[in-house]
């Protein structure tokens, strides 16, 4: 989008930290309550395309409570289960008027970056345990990614994903271009690193990589239900677009060595109940640079959640 949009736009939403807990496996009543006006028939919902949500444990549980096969937002909202993890949420931005191959953006201009940061207690125990100095961080100080920074922010929370977004009010379209966590890899990579070794050091360090154990089990599905939560409460847009692993790479004009792991571009996008569509985003439509995409390549799909489509299909029944 364009700069003087976005300006616009991290005006007028939240300033600083909102707090956020996550719960493994929470997207499931929490989008449901999304999806639903009120209440709907669990057998309409299944037959709509959301089985894999009301078929989920937690779904499951609440639907048994009521016993009369309806269930309602306000009963899926909550839904609540320990152990949660606590996360703060900022935004940010990411692009630039050019290069658009190295921002990864689908067209020319800026994407909105929501944060999912780790708690001040990360950073108690990062220090203790593998930086005493203070002065590192999980990401690097100067990472080349949208991340909270350390220097000159007195509000620093380390970064542990994000999702960059597009979006057209006009269109009432967002197209969340990724989800992405470098530190839930480099958390993995050192683990097991440390293991081989097993000097002192290394056993220290074991114990940051077992504490943040909690949170890499949770970050793609936190992620992604926040980035969901944030376009429609925040953003006021119903309508949701995902790369596929095709799309995204081919769109983005990617190298294929910077291709991010498919289980983000398939088995995520499925649990949250995305539908594959051969529609792109209208804003995107409009570039010349995706037009003259597929004149070459019409095979290009994406992901698409219409927040609204369910119910405006209750409202008609």
């Known amino acids: 989008m364009k700069a003087e949009l976005?300006?616009?736009?991290?005006?007028?939403?939240?300033?600083?930290?909102?707090?956020?807990?996550?719960?493994?496996?929470?997207?499931?009543p929490r989008l449901l309550s999304l999806l639903i006006d009120g209440e709907a028939p669990i057998r309409a919902?299944?037959?709509?395309?959301?089985?894999?949500?009301?078929?989920?444990?937690?779904?499951?549980?609440v639907a048994a409570k009521n016993g009369d096969g309806v269930i309602s937002a306000q009963d899926?909202?909550?839904v609540w289960q320990e152990p949660s993890q606590p996360f703060l949420l900022s935004v940010s931005r990411w692009g630039?008027?050019?290069n658009r191959r190295w921002f990864q953006t689908s067209r020319f201009g800026e994407n909105l970056v929501l944060q999912l940061n780790l708690p001040m207690e990360h950073q108690r125990r990062y220090k203790a345990y593998v930086d005493g100095t203070g002065t590192d961080t999980l990401n690097g100080p100067t990472s080349n990614h949208p991340v909270q920074r350390p220097l000159n922010?007195?509000?620093f929370r380390e970064t542990l994903a994000w999702a960059r977004i597009d979006l057209d009010f006009v269109s009432n379209e967002a197209l969340i271009e990724e989800i992405q966590s470098d530190g839930a890899r480099y958390v993995m990579w050192w683990e097991r690193r440390y293991q081989r070794c097993g000097c002192v050091r290394c056993k220290r360090r074991l114990k940051y990589t077992r504490w943040m154990q909690a949170y890499r089990a949770i970050w793609a599905e936190a992620m992604m239900m926040a980035a969901i939560s944030f376009i429609k409460d925040e953003l006021g847009i119903d309508r949701v677009?995902?790369?596929?692993d095709r799309s995204g790479w081919k769109v983005k004009k990617m190298e294929q060595e910077w291709r991010a792991p498919k289980s983000l571009y398939s088995d995520l996008p499925k649990k949250f109940?995305?539908?594959?569509?051969?529609?792109?985003p209208e804003f995107l439509l409009a570039t010349k640079s995706y037009q003259q995409l597929i004149r070459k390549q019409p095979d290009i799909d994406f992901y698409q959640l219409s927040i609204n489509e369910l119910q405006r299909e209750q409202n008609n029944a």
């Open 6 to 28: 976005l300006d616009e736009v991290i005006a007028c939403l939240p300033k600083g930290k909102t707090h956020y807990r996550y719960f493994k496996g929470a997207y499931a």
């Open 45 to 61: 919902l299944k037959s709509s395309g959301l089985k894999n949500l009301t078929n989920h444990p937690l779904v499951k549980t």
């Open 76 to 78: 899926l909202s909550a």
């Open 96 to 98: 630039g008027r050019s």
């Open 153 to 155: 922010n007195p509000n």
């Open 241 to 244: 677009f995902y790369h596929t």
């Open 273 to 280: 109940a995305f539908k594959r569509t051969w529609a792109a």
